[in-house]
């Protein structure tokens, strides 16, 4: 069977166009290589199937003959070096990208997005299994999604990993280096990874997409070099210039800052994409104008974070106002508010901020962020409380700050069997898995009447309210008559 499996790959790798029929003899003994084979007895006829299919019996038989271990981390290496073989080499990509792009940035997007997922670097047959959902809140509808590929994250491992020593090749999971690595059982295998080169503000950077996708079209754009990431007034140059080479896209930074930033602080990135999060259509709930900038439309948004929308046709004078906002905020301190800029020398407000196109005219939105922690708050002030981690207590990055919730993956079950007690009147308490849940239960034990039909859709539309909660915690500004005002003061100081 093997051999009718190879027979197979070579077909829809000829079928995706990653290979040439003048390539499909090497080809083939590139891959009986990879798979410890000594010769390749080619078949009558090669089936057609689909990949997930030949990759799981190709690694199967694998396992079973020594040429693998066991364990998904080893057996996404050896697929990934499968598909690898396949993968046309990086200036064949290039070339092809760069045609396209000088007829239509879309076209070449679009390409450059159909090929990720054909080389099986964006593993369709994974992404299909994450559970989402739209739940609907005073913010309006919020994207709920359950990750099944990464665990669940601490944010004080995640702060411990910026200052940890970076001794290792790949430096890091967004650094070019991966381009073609072979992986290990610590870092993935990227052979089936090509980047895209691009210049942002006169420095060189690359564009690729995530292999997660947890939305349309999901990007990364990754510095060339390894450096930490950094909000800056380049930031906000950065971000334009993007919009003008791809403006169906959006693109957005993570915060600078352990807490309030994302998942990796240790190498510059941003992330991009096409498509509409709920944070975007929320509308600019009290316009404001800055002094000097009357030509630039600014406001404070409807959202549980807090928000300044500045919209401009011209992206040099959104950019004067972004850094001058930076600025002001990287000093600013209202111990009426909680905010305090900085305590024992270290450094505690930022911004996460997100640009996109809308009707013809530059948008950036800057969600104002401090990670000051207390003994009451170890994790952060701004930061879901303890209250809200049964649900989730991952930092809040870029993703979530614009609406869409990635939550862990134990909740796929958690969810199942919490609505299946609340159905039956199960012991949820007594329930070791299930104990977190409790308060939460018992409150909406007392708002509905769970049945086997509704216990589930209940659970999670009161999710999406949880997340809501989960916003509104990391804002700086609450959304009550201090809150408001505080906020006013602060875009009154600038």
């Given at each position: ?6 027979a197979?790959?070579l077909?829809?790798?000829l079928?995706?166009?990653l290979?040439r029929?003048?390539?499909r003899?090497w080809?083939a ?7 410890g ?9 090669a089936?057609?199937?689909?990949l997930e299919?030949?990759?799981r ?13 066991p ?27 760069f ?15 159909a ?13 299909v299994k ?9 913010y ?11 665990p ?12 940890a020593?970076?001794n ?6 967004l ?23 691009l ?10 997409y995530?292999?997660?996708v947890y939305?349309?079209e ?13 909000i800056?007034?380049?930031t ?29 602080l240790?190498h ?13 259509k ?9 002094p ?11 959202w ?5 929308r ?11 106002l972004a850094d ?8 600013y301190s ?5 905010i ?17 196109m ?7 939105d800057?969600?104002?962020r ?7 708050y ?7 409380h303890?209250?809200l ?20 993956a ?7 069997s ?41 659970l ?13 915690h990391a ?13 006013e003061r602060?875009l009154?100081s600038?």
């Amino acid at each position: 069977m093997i051999h009718d499996n190879i027979a197979q790959l070579l077909r829809y790798a000829l079928e995706k166009d990653l290979i040439r029929p003048d390539d499909r003899m090497w080809a083939a003994n590139r891959l009986i290589a990879a798979l410890g084979l000594d010769r390749w007895e080619e078949p009558a006829r090669a089936e057609a199937r689909p990949l997930e299919d030949i990759l799981r019996d190709i690694l199967d038989w694998a396992v079973e003959n020594g040429r693998c271990e066991p364990g998904i981390a080893s057996r996404d290496i050896l697929d990934t070096e499968l598909m690898g073989i396949l993968t046309p080499r990086p200036s064949e990509v290039r070339r092809t990208f760069f045609e396209k792009y000088a007829q239509d940035p879309q076209a070449a997007t679009d390409w450059y997005y159909a090929f990720s997922q054909d080389t099986d670097y964006i593993r369709r047959y994974r992404i299909v299994k994450d559970m989402k959902w739209v739940a609907p809140t005073e913010y309006g509808e919020l994207d709920i999604t359950v990750n099944l590929s990464k665990p669940e994250k601490d944010p004080r491992a995640i702060a411990a990993a910026k200052l940890a020593p970076q001794n290792a090749y790949p430096a890091c999971q967004l650094c070019a280096s991966n381009e073609g690595y072979h992986g290990r059982l610590d870092h993935p295998a990227r052979q089936n990874l090509r980047l895209i080169p691009l210049t942002l503000d006169g420095q060189d950077w690359f564009f690729q997409y995530s292999p997660y996708v947890y939305y349309n079209e999901h990007c990364i754009v990754l510095n060339s070099r390894h450096i930490p990431m950094k909000i800056d007034r380049s930031t906000f140059r950065k971000q334009m210039d993007f919009l003008q080479q791809f403006p169906h896209y959006f693109i957005g930074s993570n915060a600078d800052l352990p807490i309030v930033g994302g998942s990796i602080l240790s190498h510059d990135h941003f992330q991009g994409g096409r498509y509409t999060f709920a944070m975007a259509k929320a509308p600019v709930e009290r316009p404001f104008t800055f002094p000097g900038y009357e030509d630039v439309q600014a406001g404070t948004v409807k959202w549980p974070m807090s928000v300044i929308r500045l919209r401009a046709a011209d992206p040099d004078r959104l950019v004067d106002l972004a850094d001058r906002i930076l600025l002001a905020w990287r000093g600013y301190s209202d111990p009426a508010a909680d905010i305090l800029a900085q305590t024992g020398g270290e450094r505690h407000n930022t911004v996460t901020p997100i640009a996109r196109m809308r009707d013809g005219q530059f948008e950036l939105d800057l969600v104002l962020r401090n990670n000051r922690t207390t003994d009451q708050y170890p994790l952060g002030i701004f930061h879901p409380h303890q209250e809200l981690h049964h649900i989730k207590k991952e930092n809040i990055g870029l993703i979530e700050v614009m609406g869409l919730a990635v939550l862990p993956a134990r909740l796929k079950t958690e969810l199942a069997s919490l609505a299946d007690a609340l159905a039956h009147g199960g012991d949820i308490r007594g329930d070791e898995a299930l104990a977190k849940h409790a308060d939460w239960a018992e409150g909406l034990r007392e708002r509905y009447a769970f049945t086997a039909e509704n216990a589930l859709p209940v659970l999670q539309d009161e999710v999406g309210k949880v997340f809501a909660q989960v916003l509104e915690h990391a804002g700086v500004y609450k959304r009550d008559e201090a809150g408001r005002a505080a906020f006013e003061r602060f875009l009154e100081s600038v």
